[in-house]
């Protein structure tokens, strides 16, 4: 019921392809949907965030799907560079982020020049 | 700063010492959690913050991991008895919490204490 699951677990993407990470939930009582992204050596940092109310949101070329009635949620980078390289962690919270977060597993990106 | 500070950055340890990490938050951050990734692995979380108290301890893996939090700020993970399993970063986060109609969400990380234990 706490888990997040995500997938896949890496991804190689050509440079100004799209990279698509899914992930999973189980507790209808999440709220909230978080996307963070982590550098190597670095602390994650939130990417983009979702709550239930709206099917997707967009913020330059990072866009949320959220699909309710089948608890899963996913991340889009459109136009892929070689900067998105990193890590991203999709999380899921409830009290509008109150609550603890549980995160997915991580995916690794690798955006290919 | 104006970020979470976490000290020290790497610590290299024996089996069996005990260790303490530090956690100093962004200013005015109600909400501190503490978070564990071990290599190529999520975010396990371990412990959250709320003020000084601990609404949920439920990640603390063992009795050899404790927390605390005073003044509504710094806060530090003991690990006692250290095991080579205990190896990992050890993140922590904090957040705003809740205030009224003021509440965010975000997690604002630390880059982490890198533990090894030998």
């Known amino acids: 019921q706490q888990q997040v699951k995500q997938s896949p677990q890496s991804l190689i993407v050509q440079k100004g392809g799209i990279s698509i990470i899914n992930c999973a939930y189980e507790?209808?009582?999440?709220?909230?949907f978080p996307w963070y992204q982590q550098f190597p050596g670095k602390g994650p940092a939130l990417l983009i965030a979702i709550r239930p109310d709206v099917s997707e949101k967009k913020e330059g070329r990072f866009t949320i799907s959220f699909n309710k009635s089948a608890k899963q949620f996913s991340l889009h980078i459109m136009d892929s560079q070689p900067g998105d390289s990193a890590t991203y962690f999709c999380a899921a919270s409830k009290g509008s982020g109150t609550y603890k977060y549980i995160f997915g597993t991580g995916t690794r990106l690798k955006v290919l020049a | 700063g104006a970020g979470v500070s976490q000290s020290p950055s790497n610590k290299v340890t024996e089996k069996g010492k005990d260790v303490e990490l530090r956690c100093d938050p962004i200013?005015?951050?109600?909400?501190l959690y503490w978070y564990r990734q071990s290599l190529g692995q999520g975010l396990e979380f371990l412990i959250y913050f709320q003020g000084n108290s601990a609404p949920d301890k439920s990640g603390l893996p063992s009795d050899r991991f404790s927390a605390e939090r005073t003044g509504g700020s710094v806060s530090t993970l003991t690990i006692q008895r250290t095991q080579q399993e205990d190896s990992a970063v050890y993140l922590c986060a904090s957040s705003r919490g809740t205030s009224g109609s003021s509440n965010t969400g975000e997690l604002f990380f630390g880059e982490g204490s890198r533990l090894t234990v030998l």
């Open positions: 200013s005015g951050h109600t909400a």
């Open positions: 507790n209808t009582a999440f709220d909230y």
